[in-house]
């Protein structure tokens, strides 16, 4: 009989495992910007510093609009709803087209963003983080702009 106890401890140990494996998953882990930047450094290169007449830097002109709240608003949809059309950028023309990053959430958004502003864009005005709920009211905002209408509001906000 005591065979049989010890044969049965194992199943109720491993329906309790299952259990446990079908509960929710609650406190995630927030989003890892720099692990979202991967897919941004394939144009604008890991340390941010673009590609001459291709891809612009994110650098002082991102920590510039980062500093302004039309310009926050900008960056936000420059992620969300991709840029197409002429920009300058530290003085330097680009005219390129970089597609709506559709896939994100609000806060992998602001963890990417928050990514540029600490990490890539070091110079520059002081960085305030974005936070899920500034990048969800800026895409609303947004939510009819085409790449082109962004790219018009680069210079508008202070890009430059």
Same mark, same amino acid.
């Given at each position: 009989?005591?065979?049989?106890?010890?044969?049965?401890?194992?199943?109720?140990?491993?329906?309790?495992?299952?259990?446990? +494996?079908?509960?929710?998953?609650?406190? +995630?882990?927030?989003?890892?910007? +720099?692990?979202?930047?991967?897919?941004?450094?394939?144009?604008?290169?890991?340390?941010?510093?673009?590609?001459?007449?291709?891809?612009?830097?994110?650098?002082?002109?991102?920590?510039?609009?980062?500093?302004?709240?039309?310009?926050?608003?900008?960056?936000?949809?420059?992620?969300?709803?991709?840029?197409?059309?002429?920009?300058?950028?530290?003085?330097?023309?680009?005219?390129?087209?970089?597609?709506?990053?559709?896939?994100?959430?609000?806060?992998?958004?602001?963890?990417?963003?928050?990514?540029?502003?600490?990490?890539?864009?070091t110079?520059?005005?002081?960085?305030?983080?974005?936070?899920?709920?500034?990048?969800?009211? +800026?895409?609303?905002?947004g939510?009819?702009?085409?790449?082109?209408?962004?790219?018009?509001?680069h210079?508008?906000?202070?890009?430059?």
């Amino acid at each position: 009989m005591s065979g049989l106890r010890l044969l049965a401890l194992p199943l109720v140990a491993g329906a309790a495992i299952l259990t446990l +494996a079908a509960q929710p998953v609650t406190g +995630a882990a927030p989003p890892n910007g +720099a692990v979202i930047y991967n897919r941004c450094a394939a144009c604008h290169t890991a340390t941010g510093k673009g590609i001459p007449a291709t891809y612009p830097p994110l650098g002082a002109d991102f920590r510039k609009l980062a500093s302004k709240p039309g310009g926050r608003r900008y960056l936000v949809l420059v992620v969300t709803r991709g840029i197409s059309g002429p920009l300058t950028v530290e003085g330097k023309p680009y005219r390129n087209v970089m597609p709506a990053q559709a896939g994100l959430d609000d806060a992998a958004v602001a963890a990417v963003l928050n990514h540029v502003g600490t990490r890539i864009a070091t110079q520059g005005p002081a960085f305030k983080p974005f936070t899920s709920a500034e990048v969800g009211t +800026a895409r609303a905002s947004g939510a009819s702009m085409t790449g082109n209408d962004v790219a018009r509001l680069h210079t508008a906000v202070g890009g430059g």
